[in-house]
Structures are given as structure tokens and as C-alpha cells.
């Protein structure tokens, strides 16, 4: 074969246009002639059979094999996996006997005060004049609002994050309240 027919052939195979019958001249050209290719495609062909060549022994295909069966019958990754099941089940049984002791806390603060009421003057929910509660709600209200106030700014920074980052990817970000 001529060289620059075997020049464009080349060419063809980096662009991933060759079929199997032109990749196969391709491949006998290189172990053959060697001239009119790229030195990085003599040594692509050289490498693809040399590998080709490597087999695995029985020996390591035999470790392998037992290795997944040991696994698959209770080795070490279900072993894992049963830990990270149990640590889940660990952590909500903690949340709730915290909940449980704080729930307890607040009922022992309220009886050692006073036998007949059930909540201390902190957590009074119903005032009988109306202005005392229209206060407490406004002061409710007034927390709550710089509350979230402060839970703003963050907000602000990470929609600016995003921004800045579809705009360094090229991407469109979609924002719903424009």
C-alpha cells in the first residue's frame, strides 16, 4: 500500500471511521512494513498484542473467584455493611432518648414550681389580657423574622456561588424568581 493511502487510513482509525477490515491492514502494516505510520501507532499494535498475550494465572483467578464468594457468603463487606446498618439504628435510638430526657427535664421544671400549673411563666401560652398578647406575639414575630434575616445572607452567597460557577461552565441556570 502507498504511504499517504496508508497516511489517511491512519488518519481515519484516530478519527474512528475505520471498520474492522481496514483496522486489520492497519495493524499488518504495523508489525510488517512499519513505514508510512506513526510511531505512535506501531507502538499502540505493539502494545495491544503484548497484552493480548498476558493471561492471568489459575492461580490469581482462583483467589479472585474466592474472594467473591467469601464476600458474597459474609466476609468483610457484609460484615461492614451489617455495622453501618446497626450505627443507623444506634444513632436514632440516641436522638430519641435525648428528645425523651429533655421532654423529662421540662415536666420536672414545671412541677417543681408549682403543683397545679403544668408550665412555667417562659412558656405561657394563653394570656387573658389582649394587649400582653399581642406583645408576646410581636416579640415572637420580631425573633423569628431576624432569624431569618440572618439565614439570608448565606442564601445570597450561595446563589452567587451557583451563578459564578454556571458561568464558568458555560452552563444556563435556571432561576425561578425572575
Request: charged letters at 30%.
Given at each position: 500500500m502507498e504511504p499517504s493511502k496508508l497516511k489517511l487510513l491512519e488518519e481515519k482509525y484516530w478519527a474512528g471511521?475505520?471498520?474492522?477490515?481496514?483496522?486489520?491492514?492497519?495493524?499488518?502494516?504495523?508489525?510488517?512494513?512499519?513505514?508510512?505510520?506513526?510511531?505512535?501507532?506501531?507502538?499502540?499494535?505493539?502494545?495491544?498484542?503484548?497484552?493480548?498475550?498476558?493471561?492471568?494465572?489459575?492461580?490469581?483467578?482462583?483467589?479472585?473467584?474466592?474472594?467473591?464468594?467469601?464476600?458474597?457468603?459474609?466476609?468483610?463487606?457484609?460484615?461492614?455493611?451489617?455495622?453501618?446498618?446497626?450505627t443507623k439504628y444506634a444513632a436514632a435510638l440516641i436522638v430519641l432518648a435525648a428528645i425523651g430526657l429533655a421532654i423529662y427535664s421540662i415536666a420536672i421544671k414545671s412541677d417543681s414550681g408549682n403543683e397545679n400549673t403544668i408550665a412555667t411563666e417562659e412558656f405561657q401560652d394563653t394570656y387573658t389580657d389582649p394587649e400582653q398578647a399581642f406583645e408576646e406575639t410581636k416579640r415572637a414575630l420580631l425573633m423569628v423574622s431576624s432569624k431569618l434575616n440572618e439565614a439570608e445572607q448565606p442564601i445570597l452567597e450561595l446563589k452567587r456561588f451557583h451563578e459564578s460557577k454556571m458561568s464558568i461552565t458555560g452552563s444556563t441556570a435556571v432561576d425561578d424568581n425572575k
Amino acid at each position: 500500500m502507498e504511504p499517504s493511502k496508508l497516511k489517511l487510513l491512519e488518519e481515519k482509525y484516530w478519527a474512528g471511521e475505520t471498520d474492522a477490515q481496514e483496522e486489520e491492514q492497519l495493524r499488518h502494516f504495523a508489525l510488517t512494513e512499519k513505514s508510512g505510520l506513526s510511531q505512535e501507532f506501531i507502538a499502540l499494535v505493539s502494545a495491544n498484542i503484548a497484552f493480548a498475550r498476558e493471561t492471568t494465572s489459575a492461580e490469581f483467578d482462583d483467589k479472585f473467584w474466592n474472594r467473591v464468594e467469601e464476600n458474597r457468603n459474609g466476609g468483610m463487606g457484609m460484615k461492614w455493611l451489617q455495622f453501618a446498618t446497626y450505627t443507623k439504628y444506634a444513632a436514632a435510638l440516641i436522638v430519641l432518648a435525648a428528645i425523651g430526657l429533655a421532654i423529662y427535664s421540662i415536666a420536672i421544671k414545671s412541677d417543681s414550681g408549682n403543683e397545679n400549673t403544668i408550665a412555667t411563666e417562659e412558656f405561657q401560652d394563653t394570656y387573658t389580657d389582649p394587649e400582653q398578647a399581642f406583645e408576646e406575639t410581636k416579640r415572637a414575630l420580631l425573633m423569628v423574622s431576624s432569624k431569618l434575616n440572618e439565614a439570608e445572607q448565606p442564601i445570597l452567597e450561595l446563589k452567587r456561588f451557583h451563578e459564578s460557577k454556571m458561568s464558568i461552565t458555560g452552563s444556563t441556570a435556571v432561576d425561578d424568581n425572575k
